[in-house]
């Protein structure tokens, strides 16, 4: 997909979008509206057009219309427009386009810029689907993109973001037989000599010389070899800041030996979403040079069910020396991300992220519609916030008291790998990876409800790429 900007001009193209609000037209809006004889305006005011977000109305060969196609797409109350709600609508408006293939698209959304940048993110992903492996596309990428509203930089910017979320996503809706963990970092691989980064690949005989004990416990249970992945943008000097990207790669979760039930299954080619939104903001990072320290780490692995499973009552022993004793086999994210957030500390991350489909109780508590937030530093968390808010993406803290922490203490090893019961598993979880980053200001953003939705109409289902955007934001910010 080819973006560019359209600087307002006269242009040719297959199909015109114009954004609307609640019960008012845009300036772009307006002018259409007049070369079409008042046509927009007559469908707001009989409520035919309602303008609220997402709803996208088609006009077709208008005899005065610029463009064969006419698509009018609602952003709701403008007042009370939020990045999310940008990128949303934008992508409802490709997604109505997209059956078709389309040679040129051109976007006129009277939107200030950092909302029209999450636009162009959503325009971006939602004309690309998730039916990779159907002979016939539902969704068709537009060739050329045109987009009013943002200069040349915040233009390349976005786009280059909507890339590496489209990476992501691309990553996530892959099946597992297709993505194991060496296919992954091979990927991984692939992304790094395209764009000047340093790449080194753990596979099992290194991850045993570095005694990943506790990545390498989940691992055992598969045919799958593991693979940790080591990432360096060098974009300042050495000796300035490393901001450390890790992400939990388990690229498929039947639960091991704390099998899960069938139905809880079925998308768990997912759970390598955290690896594969740290490698889609890599990407990102690289193509547009950002004069920063980056280190990424992914941890990948599969947890299956084989003769030599970790069991319950094991113990383990990370990396940092800490002693876990397993007492769920499904919560094998955290025995993953222990050993990577340790490489990243010792790599010298001078602060962390990480990023996990980590568990089902942070569903619980925001749903789908946010990523958790926990932390060990309110200064680092709050950056955090503030890139995810300007990305458009939304995140949601959740506490982390001392007490919350009793709840992993065992009886027979330093921790243990659940928590006491089900209540606060999001952040008995979070306690448990807080064991294992030292004393680096560290913020586990908990992505299982963002990263993969199913049956929304409307939106971009399968892999989102949530993300991927504050990831960029946040090494952009690191530059200041
Ligand atoms: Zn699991």
């Given amino acids: 997909m080819q973006v560019s900007a359209t600087a307002g001009g006269v242009l040719e193209t297959d199909v015109l979008v114009v954004g609307v609000f609640q019960g008012e037209l845009g300036p772009s809006a307006r002018a259409l509206d007049e070369q079409l004889g008042g046509v927009l305006s007559e469908l707001l005011a009989s409520e035919e057009i309602r303008g609220s977000l997402g709803e996208v109305t088609k006009l077709l060969r208008h005899p005065q219309a610029p463009a064969p196609l006419v698509v009018a797409v609602g952003f709701g109350e403008r007042a009370r427009l939020q990045g999310a709600g940008a990128r949303r609508a934008a992508a409802a408006a490709s997604m109505a386009i997209a059956p078709r293939p389309r040679k040129s698209v051109a976007f006129r959304l009277d939107l200030e810029p950092s909302l029209s940048a999450a636009a162009l993110i959503g325009a971006m992903t939602g004309c690309a689907g998730c039916d990779l492996h159907r002979a016939e596309k539902k969704l068709h990428p537009f060739e050329q993109l045109h987009w009013d509203g943002l200069d040349a930089e915040s233009l390349q910017q976005a786009s280059v973001i909507g ?86 790669g388990v690229t498929f979760d039947s639960g091991g030996l704390s099998l899960k039930p069938s139905d809880s299954m079925k998308t768990m080619k997912c759970d390598m979403a955290g690896a594969a939104t740290v490698l889609g903001a890599m990407q990102a990072i690289s193509a547009l040079k950002l004069p920063c320290n980056v280190l990424a780490v992914c941890g990948l692995v599969e947890n299956m069910v084989g003769p030599d499973s970790y069991r319950l009552g094991d113990v383990l022993t990370a990396r940092n020396g800490r002693t876990i004793e397993v007492l769920n086999t499904d919560a094998e994210g955290r025995l993953v991300l222990a050993d990577a957030l340790d490489v990243a500390v010792e790599r010298g991350a001078s602060r962390l992220v990480d990023l996990a489909t980590l568990t089902g109780a942070c569903v619980v508590a925001l749903g789908h519609e946010a990523a958790g937030l926990m932390t060990n530093d309110e200064a680092w968390c709050a950056e955090v916030k503030a890139a995810a808010s300007t990305s458009g993406e939304r995140m949601w803290e959740l506490p982390m008291y001392d007490d919350y922490g009793e709840q992993i203490r065992s009886e027979v090893a330093d921790i243990k790998n659940v928590g006491a019961g089900r209540w606060a598993g999001a952040i008995t979880a979070a306690k448990f990876l807080q064991e294992f980053v030292d004393d680096v200001p560290w913020t586990h953003i908990d992505i299982a409800g963002p990263a993969f939705l199913e049956g929304k109409p409307g939106q971009i289902n399968g892999g989102t790429g949530a993300g991927v955007a504050t990831l960029v934001e946040l090494a952009r910010r690191a530059v200041r």
């Fill in 163 to 248: 890339e590496g979320v489209n990476l992501t996503r691309q990553l996530v809706n892959q099946p597992a037989n297709v993505i194991d963990p060496e296919q992954f970092a091979e990927v991984a691989r692939g992304i790094a000599a395209a764009g000047g980064l340093e790449c080194e690949i753990w596979d099992r005989g290194r991850l045993e010389q570095e005694r990943c004990g506790s990545l390498l416990a989940v691992a055992r249970g598969s045919a799958k070899e593991p693979r940790l992945v080591i990432l360096r943008h060098a974009g300042a000097a050495a000796d300035a800041p490393w901001l450390g990207l890790v992400g939990k």
